[in-house]
């Protein structure tokens, strides 16, 4: 089951083809899904998210909370939609297919991908493309 919740900002209409295309994303990587909480938050709830659980004091767009358990995909994904809107226009993308491709981001990790050296990342990169494009 996936679910999306807002805290401390204004709810965006999230359609049941974006929830059919995150499901159909996790078959194809050969896992099963659990429960999936996507938490949008501001750009300040996101930072307190990330300095009380994480230690971090930077914004980002996506923290994942990973509760795996063999094959069935379980997470709380937060995402701020501020960084959303601010990440599609420095990369001159729209703001659906950004944040497409940010929940697209957590799921991917999630499946056992990483993005901490530029190896990672290039092979992220080419995973969330191959997402956008394939459903």
Known sequence: MIQFFFED??????????????????IHEGKKVGKISYIFLSDDGLLKVNRDFLQH??????????YVKGKTISADIFVSLPRISENAISHS???TSELHRVLA??????????????????EMRSKEDFYLNIF
């Open 93 to 95: 993308k729209d703001f």
């Open 9 to 26: 900002i204004d709810p965006i209409e999230i359609n049941t083809n974006t929830t059919d295309w995150l499901k159909k994303l996790i």
């Open 57 to 66: 004091d930077y914004y980002t767009d996506v923290i994942t909370f990973d």
């Open 105 to 122: 981001h957590g799921l991917l990790h999630l499946c056992g991908y990483k993005d901490k050296t530029d190896e990672e990342k290039t």
